[in-house]
């Protein structure tokens, strides 16, 4: 169960409906009243300690194995979760700037109505001693300890001293302003720190569904226009739990957090979400065209790092490739042995895309990088005896390189050792390959083909029709 998630437990009892009543012990007094929006009792803030490190500098302390400081750091930072809608529990985000944070940190807090005390966008100061640093699911946490089968891990501060290592700064509460960024853009730097999403949605499969499943922790599914998705990750004990999510698309703010190798958004409360445009579904954004087709495939005799297929766009409009492939069928086989999905690039007009699986190796040859990069055995990596379709979003042949079934070998469309030229005179891609649109180059020279065997990169001209 992820600390940061509300689980429903409470981790001290109250007895006989006393409430002790103290300075930064006050948290006790939530739990004798029912109404969480009540006015926040007033604390003294602190205004004689200063950092002498930053969250950055703490988090590079960790070295794979719990670690207790002993040292009088102190370190500061501003609020930017909150428990106000039950969604959080237990732990506290906080991030080392109001504006571009460059890093933030989860601390385990067994604090009830935390947000009382610690206001989104407010500076706290952290004596860091005594305290421990440990790794969670890929998040590095600031808390107490706990053993679990003999494994000591970081554990929420128990409440009693909540207010011995974290003070509310002096300083007025700032406005928080997320960072926006893409979900192609995340790294662990971004853990623990406010984020926002632009053009998002709900995945079509999770509409009309509520936030959460009572009681438990649900991951629900956000996704964006390029089909990348985001995991949601939301409380079965917050308010908002039984609420539909929103249907449209837009923004979305929250806290990142990550689950082993997974990144997920926690929202403070639906307000976060403002989803109020069209869905992408909605749009039309998958397009086909006859101006695409093959240009170029290339099995170098002296180098085959060097392989590569080359598109081009006839058109003088650009297209987007999204649900666009590339399939081989290697040798003689009728089934395809490997696709290459074209998804999230765009080709320009009068322009080419060069397609190649080993990129490194592509900029060292040919001294410029390829437009895509993909994996050996894929349909750019070719040995001149494979046949190849370029396939538009709706299932369709648009260009093909080869026959179906027919190896390659000693056909007119074998290019091993050479390479395969699409005349300069087509403008248009044909689903049915016709050798009289090919120059082809290769070592035997059968079937009406070129037996001359070329070298990269003096044989070769991708990027260029």
């Known amino acids: 169960m992820e600390p940061g998630i509300n689980n429903g437990t409470m981790n001290f009892r109250i007895k006989k409906k006393k409430c002790v009543v103290a300075l930064l012990g006050i948290y006790l007094v939530m739990s004798c009243v029912k109404d969480k929006n ?6 003294n803030c602190s205004s004689d300690l200063s950092a002498n490190m930053t969250i950055g500098e703490l988090k590079g302390l960790y070295v794979d194995e719990l670690l207790q400081i002993q040292e009088d750091w102190i370190i500061e930072g501003y609020v930017i979760s909150s ?94 302003q997320p960072k926006n960024v893409g979900i192609n853009q995340l790294d662990d730097s971004m853990i623990s720190t406010l984020v926002q999403f632009s053009n998002m949605e709900i995945s079509v499969d999770e509409l009309r569904q509520t936030f959460a499943v009572k009681e438990e922790e649900t991951i629900r599914t956000l996704t964006n226009c390029e089909d990348l998705e985001l995991e949601l990750l939301n409380s079965g004990y917050s308010d908002f739990q039984a609420s539909l999510m929103p249907e449209g698309n837009g923004t979305i703010t929250g806290v990142l957090i990550k689950d082993n190798k997974d990144y997920q ?91 190649s ?58 290019f091993e050792d050479g390479r395969a030229l699409r005349s300069i005179n087509v403008t248009e891609a044909n689903p049915k390959y016709a050798f009289n649109e090919w120059i082809i180059y290769n070592d035997s020279g059968q079937g009406g083909t070129l037996n001359q065997p070329q070298n990269a990169p003096e044989d070769f001209n991708p990027g260029i029709r």
């Open 38 to 43: 009540f006015e926040a009792p007033k604390t």
């Open 265 to 355: 958004l926690v929202i403070r409360d639906p307000s976060d979400i403002v989803f109020t445009a069209i869905r992408c579904e909605d749009l039309v954004d998958e397009f086909t065209s006859s101006k695409i087709f093959i240009s170029e495939l290339a099995d170098p005799d002296n180098n085959a790092g060097a392989r590569f297929v080359e598109l081009y766009n006839s058109d003088s409009q650009w297209l987007s490739l999204k649900g666009w492939t590339l399939r081989r069928y290697t040798n003689d086989n009728t089934e395809v042995s490997s696709i290459i999905d074209l998804s999230g690039f765009v080709i320009e007009g009068n322009s080419t895309f060069v397609i």
């Open 357 to 414: 699986p080993n990129a490194s190796e592509f900029e060292l040859v040919y001294g410029f990088p390829p437009s895509q990069s993909v994996s050996t055995n894929s349909p750019a990596d070719s040995n001149g005896d494979d046949n190849l379709e370029l396939v538009d979003p709706f299932g369709t042949v648009i260009d093909s390189f080869g026959v179906v079934g027919e190896d390659g070998s000693g056909t007119n469309h074998e």
């Open 83 to 176: 428990d106000l809608a039950g969604n959080f529990f237990g732990t506290l985000h906080i991030q080392d700037n109001l504006t571009n944070p460059t890093q933030g940190l989860q601390m385990e807090i067994d604090l009830r109505d935390s947000h009382l005390f610690y206001e989104m966008g407010s500076k706290i100061l952290v004596k860091t001693k005594g305290l421990y640093l440990g790794m969670s699911k890929g998040a590095i946490k600031l808390g107490s300890v706990f053993s679990a089968f003999g494994n000591l891990s970081v554990g929420r501060l128990p409440a009693a001293v909540v207010g011995e290592h974290l003070f509310s700064s002096c300083d007025s509460t700032g406005s928080l």
